[in-house]
């Protein structure tokens, strides 16, 4: 399976979000709002053993709300947290529907311990929200992180709780039918936008899909690109030879799959797998399909193992990427992307593959000789060359 995973890992990587920095703050704000909430219940009930009226009242509402109403309350709540310590960070119209989420979110959770009209406009006000990030993350207004994706799916299962809830004796087949119908499809629409805007929309989080980029200094020096010159000099020098993919083959190269939605074709070469870093014995070597036979294109770097990150000469020139949360399924040794909620599929586990750094010993337009992608313009011109 290795073998494989090196070969064709840069094809089906699982889209990797970090945490944005000015979202940071909502990890603080979460963990506070759960312990505050812990304390006011032990302070209430403290009151109310001492007879305290109002203390009292509060905690017989409290237990006398069913589990998943508790649970719906304090997801709400949790989330209306997470957009209010999150408004410093955004402007403008989003900025403002942060401000409106929040108090909503706070008011509905509240509510759910004491009133019963709050499962009708919980049930809109999420979903709302929901279709709104989406909206925003397709649109490219908001960039898709950890803390983004982990409030949308607090606000699905808080969605979920409440479809649960209800009159019994109400629920005709129409209810019946939206509420088995309306989750799971939202759920499909969440996770389907947030890997759209993270595919249409790369940036710094997520630079190149399923990519996890190697920690490197922002400019790189003069050495550095002197060194970076010197490493593409050498790859173009030494795999130049393989320009025939016969030769690369008689050379223990040997081509991976292909796929009919991707033109790049791997020829990897097991030989080489412990060497780091050596443009005269690259891991695997990059071919692009065009109208006249596989084109060389340029040679794939990669270390030994997971997580352990090669040399950078270059610096921010050279920087490697790993690809985290790929589905590998042992039936038919299938890739697919994880989800955005860090899910695989039933019967496949999620994969890491080692680092790795491309050279691409041909033009590549504005991403550059280093970059973890082939250019798309660059990639339809030779296509159709």
């Given at each position: 399976m290795g073998a494989y995973v090196v070969l064709?890992?840069?094809?089906?990587?699982?889209?990797?979000?970090?945490?944005?920095?000015?979202?940071a703050p909502a990890i603080g704000a979460t963990i506070v709002v759960v312990v505050s909430l812990w304390l006011a219940l032990g302070a209430f009930s403290t009151l109310a053993r001492r007879r305290v009226t109002w203390a009292l009242t509060l905690v017989e509402t409290y237990r006398a709300t069913s589990g998943?109403?508790?649970?719906?309350?304090?997801?709400?709540?949790?989330?209306?947290v997470i957009h209010l310590a999150l408004i410093a960070s955004h402007e403008g119209i989003t900025g403002a529907l942060f401000v409106i989420d929040g108090f909503g979110f706070i008011v509905l959770g509240?509510?759910?311990?004491?009133?019963?009209?709050?499962?009708?406009?919980?049930?809109?006000?999420?979903?709302?929200?929901?279709v709104a990030y989406v909206i925003w993350i397709i649109a490219g207004w908001e960039t898709p992180d950890q803390i983004g994706i982990a409030c949308k799916l607090i606000e699905l299962v808080a969605l979920g709780l409440v479809l649960r809830l209800g009159p019994q004796g109400r629920r005709t087949w129409p209810r019946r039918l939206w509420r088995a119908v309306a989750f799971p499809t939202l759920v499909s629409v969440a996770t389907i936008g947030i890997w759209i805007g993270g595919l249409v929309h790369p940036d710094a989080l997520h630079?190149?899909?399923?990519?996890?980029?190697q920690p490197v200094a922002e400019v790189a020096t003069a050495e550095q690109r002197e060194r970076a010159a010197h490493l593409l000099a050498d790859t173009r020098a030494s795999i130049t030879r393989y320009g025939d993919p016969a030769a690369a083959i008689a050379a223990g190269?040997?081509?991976?799959?292909?796929?009919?939605?991707?033109p790049l074709r791997h020829f990897e070469n097991a030989a080489n797998?412990?060497?780091?870093?050596?443009?005269?014995?690259?891991?695997?070597?990059?071919?692009?399909?065009?109208?006249?036979?596989?084109?060389?294109?340029?040679?794939?770097?990669?270390?030994?193992?997971a997580g352990?990150?090669?040399?950078?000469?270059?610096?921010?020139?050279?920087?490697?990427?790993?690809?985290?949360?790929?589905?590998?399924?042992?039936?038919?040794?299938?890739?697919?992307?994880?989800?955005?909620?860090?899910?695989?599929?039933?019967?496949?586990?999620?994969?890491?593959?080692?680092?790795?750094?491309?050279?691409?010993?041909?033009?590549?337009?504005?991403l550059g000789p280093f970059a973890a992608d082939l250019d798309k313009t660059v990639q339809k011109n030779l296509q159709g060359s």
């Open positions: 064709t890992g840069h094809f089906y990587g699982g889209v990797m979000y970090d945490i944005a920095a000015e979202h998943i109403t508790k649970l719906a309350g304090i997801l709400m709540l949790v989330s209306g509240a509510t759910a311990f004491v009133t019963s009209w709050w499962r009708r406009p919980a049930v809109l006000w999420l979903l709302a929200t929901i630079a190149h899909a399923g990519a996890l980029l190269f040997k081509p991976g799959p292909a796929a009919s939605a991707e797998a412990k060497v780091i870093l050596d443009p005269n014995h690259p891991q695997a070597l990059v071919y692009v399909q065009t109208k006249h036979g596989l084109q060389l294109i340029g040679a794939m770097y990669q270390m030994p193992r352990q990150w090669g040399p950078d000469p270059g610096g921010p020139l050279t920087q490697w990427h790993q690809h985290e949360g790929i589905c590998f399924s042992p039936f038919g040794f299938e890739f697919s992307f994880e989800t955005p909620f860090w899910t695989c599929p039933v019967g496949s586990t999620s994969v890491t593959t080692p680092p790795m750094l491309h050279v691409w010993i041909i033009d590549n337009g504005k």
